[in-house]
């Protein structure tokens, strides 16, 4: 069975602290994708990947960074965490190239920042 | 750059069918329309895709007009369990892969 695994369901942290969001694919997938998802504002993309140590900024990438240092694990970084980054941050690998490759997703990390 | 519209809700009642509708008019003629669905505190989930002809597998069917700029997703008898947000997607092609934008989509309810 194909699996996304995403390292915390639930991380509660502090202004200025820095988070890592981890998130391992076992599908060998070149692609991947974290997503924040807030209500009424639907699925953001902020970063993706679709190769090792490559990475393009989707819509919201301010205030995050990324790191692709192997192909199964794609981390999200909070430099400065801060109240507006409370979020439920989705995680997704896909196969590369193919034009019909399907999306699939991880249970959901919710952070909260107080 | 293909963009899609979606109403933000629909009820359906158990046992109907439940017709989810997305407009593209945008879309170019080698992009795929995609549609994935959400439960409750899930990740979404792939449902079907298409590109001109219509399609159908053990979830749902997709239908997409002859221009292609809009399409629709049926559920042909929905269950409570079919109560989530559906999202219509075309994927874009930039960086040599492809970005997926999900949007807001429909929140279907189905009534008991």
């Known amino acids: 069975d194909v699996k996304v695994t995403q390292s915390s369901r639930y991380l509660v942290k502090r202004t200025g602290e820095k988070v890592f969001l981890e998130c391992v694919q076992d599908?060998?997938?070149?692609?991947m994708f974290w997503y924040r998802q807030d209500p009424g504002l639907g699925l953001r993309l902020i970063y993706f990947s679709y190769d090792v140590k490559m990475k393009e900024k989707g819509d919201i990438p301010e205030g995050y960074s990324v790191s692709r240092e192997k192909k199964e694990r794609f981390s999200l970084i909070l430099e400065s965490a801060s109240t507006n980054q409370t979020s439920m941050y989705l995680c997704?690998?896909?196969?590369?190239?193919?034009?019909?490759?399907?999306?699939?997703f991880g249970e959901g990390s919710r952070l909260t920042v107080l | 750059d293909a963009k899609t519209t979606q109403p933000p809700s629909m009820d359906c009642a158990e046992g109907r069918a439940a017709n989810l509708p997305c407009n593209h008019s945008t879309i170019s003629g080698n992009e795929y329309v995609y549609w994935y669905r959400q439960i409750h505190s899930q990740g979404p989930q792939y449902i079907i895709h298409g590109l001109k002809n219509n399609e159908t597998n053990e979830m749902a069917s997709l239908i997409i007009t002859e221009d292609r700029k809009s399409s629709t997703l049926i559920l042909p008898h929905a269950t409570l369990r079919d109560t989530a947000v559906y999202y219509c997607i075309v994927p874009l092609l930039t960086s040599g892969t492809y970005k997926y934008i999900f949007g807001t989509g429909t929140r279907l309810k189905v009534l008991a």
């Open positions: 997704a690998s896909r196969a590369g190239d193919r034009v019909t490759g399907e999306l699939f």
């Open positions: 599908m060998d997938h070149e692609n």
